[in-house]
């Protein structure tokens, strides 16, 4: 297997893989625009590789700062758990200290009444029944004095107490108001976590996204450059077989041998048959009597007379020998560059500077030196005698 025909076996491969076409051009000139449209298509690819490269990188560089958001939040979360538990110990312990002090302050009132009552009838009496009981003045002070001291004793413990109860409570509010913040804090923190985790999602899934479409366009680049290769070869085949045909034109032997050697029909039948389909519309790659196409009328009509030529005209130029200008004769296929470089129409030559060809608005006949056709003239080719 020759190379042209591996590159050809391979593209159809990866082609059939990614559901596109490969074609290959069948004319010069049709191989040239086909060059050209891959050199397009190449540079496109090329062009929009580079620009999914720079978006990939901006996202790249958009996620490393969100995984650094990211990893920021983390930590402080963590922290700020780590705030949260000290902070329910302490609660813990300063709600445990208030319920000792409330339990230690009622079991001193209860002391203190205790110690009053024991001194009489083993606490069965009133502290003015205390008082009542003194036996003359100096006692009735004595009980007195001893009711004010545990008095003043109860109401300073008291004092002591409820300071000290104060002073907890003050700070059990200020924890609990500060555990409040770090909870706060918590679930704000939650949410920029959550922000974050969606936003870091979302960019990896523009990247993956991004690269499964680079990955595509550089085998379609792969693709594309293999037919453009492809196709230059096919081009250089052409020019090279188009220089061969050439030369042999200036080979004074080979063209008598040639004319020879061409098929006698009778002409005027054939161009009668051709007038035959005057007003048949014209169809881009036709080749019957429902619509013909320049190049499909001409191996048409001439294939009705037993005579078989190439399909398109810059085939049917490569056919026959050269004929000048002046010595056009009836039968002979005249050429034309139209839309584009090289023979791209062709019509037959029917006498008088007259042609019968298959043009935009159908099968007619023009004038091969008119405004139009005559700027246009390529050449001619003699196929038949």
């Not at 409330?102 to 209860?110: A, C, F, H, S, V």
């Not at 070869?233 to 188009?242: F, G, H, N, P």
Request: hydrophobic share 40%; glycine share 6%.
């Amino acid at each position: 297997m020759n190379a042209v025909k591996r590159i050809g076996v391979t593209l159809i491969c990866m082609a059939t893989l990614f559901n596109s076409q490969v074609s290959f051009a069948t004319t010069l000139s049709a191989a040239k625009q086909q060059a050209a449209a891959l050199k397009s298509q190449i540079s496109s690819t090329t062009l929009q590789i580079q620009k999914d490269q720079v978006r990939v990188e901006t996202l790249k560089t958009r996620l490393g700062l969100i995984n650094h958001s990211l990893q920021n939040v983390r930590m402080a979360m963590s922290e700020n758990l780590v705030h949260m538990q000290a902070v329910n110990h302490q609660l813990v312990i300063l709600g445990k200290r208030i319920k000792i002090n409330e339990q230690k302050l009622t079991t001193t009132r209860t002391e203190l009444q205790g110690q009053l009552k024991t001194m009489y009838e083993h606490g069965t009496v009133s502290y003015l029944q205390v008082l009542f009981q003194s036996t003359n003045f100096e006692d009735f002070l004595t009980r007195l004095n001893m009711l004010v001291t545990v008095a003043h004793a109860g109401q300073a413990l008291e004092r002591q107490f409820q300071s000290l109860q104060h002073t907890l409570a003050v700070q059990h509010r200020q924890t609990v108001s500060y555990y409040s913040d770090l909870v706060h804090t918590q679930q704000s923190d939650q949410v920029l976590q959550q922000a974050d985790m969606m936003l870091q999602q979302e960019q990896q899934q523009s990247i993956r996204t991004i690269q499964t479409d680079m990955s595509n366009q550089q085998l379609r680049h792969g693709i594309l450059e293999s037919q453009l290769q492809l196709t230059q070869q096919q081009i250089a085949s052409i020019e090279a077989a188009t220089a061969r045909a050439e030369q042999l034109m200036h080979n004074t032997a080979y063209v008598s041998q040639t004319v020879a050697g061409m098929p006698t029909i009778n002409l005027e039948s054939m161009l009668k048959y051709a007038e035959s389909y005057l007003g048949t519309p014209y169809v881009w790659g036709g080749t019957s009597p429902s619509g013909f196409d320049c190049s499909g009328f001409t191996q048409y009509v001439y294939a009705h007379s037993g005579v078989s030529i190439l399909r398109t005209s810059e085939q049917q130029f490569a056919e026959g020998v050269s004929v000048s200008y002046p010595n056009l004769s009836l039968g002979d296929l005249v050429f034309f560059s139209t839309y584009a470089p090289g023979a791209t129409h062709v019509g037959i030559y029917i006498g008088n500077g007259l042609m019968i060809d298959a043009q935009d608005y159908g099968v007619s006949i023009d004038n091969i030196s008119n405004s139009y056709w005559g700027p246009k003239y390529l050449g001619a080719r003699q196929i038949v005698k």
